[in-house]
């Protein structure tokens, strides 16, 4: 089964591109700001972890030594831990290493020697050397002095290549870390984690429903306005294609829509007087051939040979009557009968019945209701059209309905000799017979499948023949289902 990504309609398309230029514009934002948030909050980090230590500093050479340690506790928190020992955390810096602008630091500490860097380390060395410094303290003599260095794995200046080759592999993160020179030669520690804002947050996703939501109201609205048209044109040409009268369309919409509507009126407009033009010309030349005919006929009573007046009634007779059937056909097809729903198995039923009263064998199967838009009158004189041919070439008839969701098929079996494979559109033509006798009674004037083929066209659907396999011709109608009004 084939996954569709896009829409089939005009508006999901549409809305969908929305949304997705809408996304991919939003995560290049949250990109964007996250990274120039994530900068500004490290700068801001630095800044207090500096100014922070660089108060301490001048705090803890002013106080008592006995309290030094208690201060240095207070200053501390779960994020930042200062702590004062005999080594720097940070090795030996060259003169031009600028972590983190020299100059400002010097300015912050009032000349004192500071070393200050930035550097990813492992997550779970960060927690070791906090909590072994927790314990250190714990363990200082009465005189606030600590009688051991900083524990194991502790890192100093010198062990700054192992903790590398410690932490390889596992992921890092940014530590901030500052030594300051004491007066006393000693140093004041910092570090402290640096926060990482994630690239998400509630604001930006409310915000991007919110825009979300805003686009689809809106693309929804402009889109129903220009498929509105659309639609009413589609509807129209399904309409127009089954032989319904339709009225002209508003000229609505965008402008390319609107001359779209424009050039299906025209082009309605026209077919539409062909039609009638062709209809009328039709019309007045059988309704014309009648009078010279009948004066024919009437000329021919007066030849002495009664052969010879045999043969020119005969072959008057012959035209009056194709006269007839072309006026009846032209009739029909000016008639303007409208579509209305109907029972199509009744209406097959109904046919069927007909012949069946008058005793010829045709039997129907089928559902037992079938319901479509129809014009049943014209319907009903193709059905009959077939089966007629179906029982004078074959003897009976076989009429079988069935329906799928877009379409009913009709299809009339007979036993008959068939037609031969290259005639089988060629019957289609007005006054084409096989039947090459001229007993009117046997082969009609040839215009039965042609009005059949012109009705069902009319709904929008087609006649065809073909020869069965067993024997016999089979004519098929498929009509269609959808009404094609919205």
Not at 170 to 191: F, M
Not at 205 to 216: K, M, N, S
Not at 463 to 486: S, W
């Amino acid at each position: 089964m084939k996954l569709r990504l896009m829409p089939r309609s005009l508006a999901g398309q549409l809305i969908a591109l929305l949304l997705g230029a809408l996304i991919v514009g939003q995560m290049l934002s949250v990109v964007y700001f996250a990274m120039s948030r994530r900068d500004a909050i490290e700068q801001a980090t630095r800044e207090q972890v500096l100014a922070r230590a660089a108060a301490l500093v001048r705090l803890v050479d002013d106080v008592p030594a006995d309290v030094e340690e208690r201060v240095v506790q207070a200053a501390s928190t779960n994020r930042v831990r200062y702590t004062i020992d005999p080594d720097p955390l940070i090795g030996p810096q060259a003169p031009d290493d600028d972590a983190f602008a020299a100059s400002v630091i010097r300015d912050a500490f009032d000349g004192r020697e500071v070393r200050a860097e930035v550097r990813g380390r492992p997550l779970q060395e960060f927690r070791d050397r906090r909590d072994g410094r927790r314990e250190a303290e714990e363990e200082r003599d009465d005189d606030g002095r600590r009688e051991r260095g900083p524990p194991d794995g502790a890192a100093r200046g010198a062990g700054g290549p192992e903790r590398d080759l410690a932490g390889r592999g596992r992921p890092l993160i940014p530590v901030v870390s500052v030594s300051a020179r004491l007066a006393d030669g000693r140093w004041l520690n910092a570090e402290t984690i640096l926060p990482r804002p994630s690239l998400w947050a509630w604001p930006m996703a409310t915000q991007t429903l919110l825009v979300a939501a805003g686009i689809v109201l809106v693309a929804a609205f402009m889109v129903r306005r220009i498929t509105r048209p659309l639609r009413d044109l589609a509807g129209a040409a399904d309409r127009m294609g089954r032989g319904e009268t339709v009225d002209a369309l508003p000229e609505t919409g965008p402008e390319e829509v609107r001359r779209t509507v424009q050039a299906f009126n025209a082009m309605h407009d026209r077919v539409r007087r062909f039609v009638a033009d062709r209809t009328r010309m039709l019309a007045a030349i059988s309704h014309d051939l009648r009078t010279p005919l009948t004066s024919l006929r009437l000329r021919a009573e007066f030849v002495d040979d009664p052969e010879v007046r045999d043969r020119i009634i005969e072959t008057v007779e012959e035209m009056s009557r194709m006269t007839e059937a072309t006026l009846a056909f032209a009739r029909d097809d000016a008639l303007a009968e409208d579509s209305h729903p109907t029972d199509l198995a009744a209406l097959v039923s109904a046919v069927a019945d007909d012949f069946a009263d008058i005793g010829h064998p045709v039997t129907v199967e089928g559902p037992d209701k079938l319901e479509m838009p129809l014009r049943p009158v014209s319907l009903r004189r193709a059905l009959r059209n077939l089966v007629e041919n179906a029982i004078r070439y074959g003897t009976s008839a076989r009429i079988h309905v069935a329906a799928t969701p877009t379409e009913a098929i009709i299809t009339v079996d007979d036993d008959g000799p068939g037609i031969p494979p290259d005639r089988l559109e060629e019957v289609f033509e007005p006054f084409v017979r096989l039947e090459t006798s001229r007993n009117l009674d046997t082969g009609g004037v040839g215009l039965g499948l042609s009005t059949a083929r012109s009705i069902v066209r009319r709904h929008g659907g087609d006649l065809t023949l073909a020869n069965r396999a067993e024997g016999g011709l089979r004519a098929t109608i498929r009509l269609p289902r959808a009404t094609g009004r919205g």
